[in-house]
């Protein structure tokens, strides 16, 4: 696949299909994404599949999305009927947080450091090595937010060894297309020299279509 096919298409996926992802495809999405930039390699990858686990970790993804909403004081029966963008994706994320103990496979990420900085280029890694292999994801953070405790408690993380949970990327077959994820153009998002600067460009149209 072309990178910038990838780079362009490699959207949010939170509606997924159940059906399991072969071992050789989990590997080849784990070795591209230890190949990305880092210092110090303080990480630490688990792949999640065994059902079991999955019903364990359902209800606390479920109520850590419901917090979410919560926290900017919008409700389900206001997403449920919003036919705005932020609409749909809140739904979609409904729809992730009410089938969660179906996805196939997640990928979560652990770094030494507080801040995750090393682990990030990773995950996003990983999540270009999975759109190359057909597999949609989705970066969601809702559970290092509210329940990492928890988390740690189900997966067996030692809490005393300096681990911090960065990311949980729900992965399987999605049930959408791929596509060009819509965004405000580069112009109206970035400047040159100072907050204000003139960026000497515009691009009303993404540049890469297949």
Partial sequence: M???????????????????????VQARILDAAIRAPNIGEQWRFLLVDDPQIMAQLAPLYRQAFERLLSQYGVSLDVILKDETLMGRIA?????????????????????????????????????????????????????????ADE?????????????????VIPMGYPTGKWGVGARKPVHEVAARNSWQGELGFTVPEPLWRK
């Fill in 2 to 24: 072309d990178i910038y096919e990838a780079l362009y298409t490699t959207r949010a996926m939170r509606r997924l299909k159940p059906d399991p992802i072969p071992h050789d």
């Fill in 91 to 147: 739904r979609s994320g409904y729809h992730l947080a009410q089938h969660f103990a179906e996805v196939p496979l997640l990928l979560i990420g652990f770094a030494g450091t507080r801040e995750g900085s090393g682990i990030y280029p990773a995950l996003w890694s990983a999540m270009l090595a999975a759109r190359a292999e057909g597999i949609g994801s989705a970066m969601t953070g809702v559970l290092q937010t509210f329940f």
């Fill in 151 to 167: 988390v740690f408690d189900i997966l067996g993380v030692p809490k005393d060894a300096g681990w911090y949970m960065h990311g």
